[in-house]
Structures are given as C-alpha cells and as structure tokens.
C-alpha cells in the first residue's frame, strides 16, 4: 500500500484526499516508477479545484509531471534503479500522474535523468521548463537574436514564463515581463533577468491591427486578447513562440502582422515532439539555467497542503514553480 492523492466526484463537486491504495489500482504500463517529485502547475490547480471540468474521468490522481526511480520495468530501455523523468501525455488528466507514492505509465512518455540533475531539480524545471527551452530554441531557430531587440515573455510570473526569463537572460537577450501583479511579481522577475517588468493591462487595451513595433520575438503563455495585442506590435521578421491559452482559446487578430511584417507564429507542444528533441531540451535547459534560478524560484509543499494550493494557483495568488515532494 501507498500514499495518493485521489480526485473523486460527488454530482459536480470535486474531491480531493490523500487515500491508501495498490499497484493493482495503477492504470495499465511498462514502467513502474517510485516518485520523489511532482509538481503543482495551473493545469493541476484546475484538476484539484474542479474548475473548468478538466477532468472528465474519476478517480484521477493529479500532476502532470514527475521524477523518480524505476522499481520495476518490462521495457528494455528502462531497468531497476534508473532516474527518469515524465512531462505532459495527459497523465494527472487522462492517465494517472505524479501524486503518488508510486506510478505505472508507458515507457515511451519518459525521458532519462540527465546526468547534471535530480529529481528536485528535474521538478523545479518540469514540463514548465521544458517548454521554455522550446520557445526559446524555436526563437533561436527563426533567427531571433539578442541583437534582433527586445523579447517580451507574458504571463512572467508562471512556470513556463520564469523559466523563460532566465534562459533569455543567459543567453544575452533583453527580456521585457509582463505581469497582472507587478507589484507582488517585479522583485522576483527583475532577480531572474528581466530587464523592465509591464502591467498585463497594457496588453488587454484595445489595439490597432498594427501598432508601433516593440518586440522581436514573443514566448506567450496566455493568448487571446493578450497575444493579439503583444502581435499588432512585433518587428518585421519576429516570431512569437506560443504554448499556453491561460486567457482562452480566441485570437482576436488580423492578418495584417502576418502580412506586412512577416511575423512567423510558432506553436510549441512539449508533448508532441520526438524524444530526440525533448531530450536535447532538457540537456540544454540544465545547462543554461543558472543556480540562483533553483534559489528562487520554486517552493516545495508536501501531498496534505495541494488543496490549500490549488485554489490560491486558480486565482493567479502563487509566483513561480510549486513543487510537491511525494
């Protein structure tokens, strides 16, 4: 028997506890892995909170990433002992996660530690800076250079935003961070790189199909209205790399940035891409990150304070990485 975190429904409420259960309960996989780490992401504020009806099958267990060490595996690639790492293919929403003592999940969804990490640093990264490095690799592969100008990052004060911060400023970029907090969240956001902290409401003002050009490129969290704005004013030949849709599906924009100034719109899914590449990314983020970034910015909470967590992550009151030690 082993600790889990539980989501259940009671007509439309959703339930969390901490609860005993077995292997035998674990949904079906090749790899057995004892989990050390997981983390607690807006996703899972969502899971946990019942907000937004992410969750359509009970029981779940949430947390959509973990790392931990393999105590049993039918697949070759993986043996006893080995340190891995799951992001994203829908576990702790479709597939039971990272929230328990212990989880059973396909091979092909891990990755190997890399040898510079562990399980805390691995979560303190997680799938928010896996993607991060995406971005701002596909940034890198349009040809968007420190000399290019300004990178403006939104939703900053998130897990894919933070990240992002730093790994910009490692590599000599001028980052300029948008936040609905500026207040509570400039401190933080300045300490990680940012070289000028903005109110999100600059960006939520009805704008022009094409306004006065500021950024060369984009690592968007948030979408809608936000992205459409932050779009009517990149520079010609900018890229915007996009992995989040905090403020919805829409995009109330035009052609006309895409036309007239070329700007290349790049989707990131941390998720679909090979392992090859998701592989790499995690190389390379370990070795861009710089260790004041795991001094900073994540706080670790134990499986009994995820509720507590969850509600305060919903209503944007919580900065940066929230890691669960399982």
Known sequence: ???????????????????????????????????????????????????????????????????????????????????????????????????????????????????????????????????????????????????????????????????????LARLGYKVVASSGRVEQNSELLLSLGASEVIDRSELEQDSRPLEKQRWAGIVDTVGNKVLATALAQMNYGGAAAICGLAGGFALPTTVMPFILRGVSLLGIDSVSCPLEKRQAAWERVIELLPESYYQQAAQTIGLDEVAGYADKIVKGQVTGRVLVKI
């Open 1 to 167: 028997m082993f600790k889990a975190l539980v989501l259940t429904q009671e007509g439309k409420k959703t339930l969390a506890n901490i609860i005993q259960i077995q292997e035998s309960d674990l949904p079906e996989g090749e790899v057995l892995v004892d989990v050390a780490y997981s983390s607690l992401n807006y996703k899972d504020g969502l899971a946990v909170t019942g907000t937004g009806r992410l969750i359509r099958n009970f029981p779940m267990v949430p947390g959509i990433d973990f790392a931990g060490v393999v105590c049993d595996s039918r697949d070759p690639r993986y043996k006893k002992g080995d340190q891995v790492i799951l992001t994203g293919w829908g576990v702790g929403e479709n597939h039971w996660g990272g929230m328990a003592e212990k989880s059973r999940v396909k091979a092909d969804w891990l990755v190997p530690m890399p040898q510079a990490c562990d399980e805390q640093k691995a979560m303190m990264i997680g799938t928010a800076g896996l993607t991060a490095m995406l971005c701002v690799q596909a940034l890198q592969d349009a040809n968007i250079t420190p000399e290019s100008g300004a990178i403006l990052v939104t939703g900053a004060s998130g897990g894919v935003g933070s990240v992002a911060i730093s790994l």
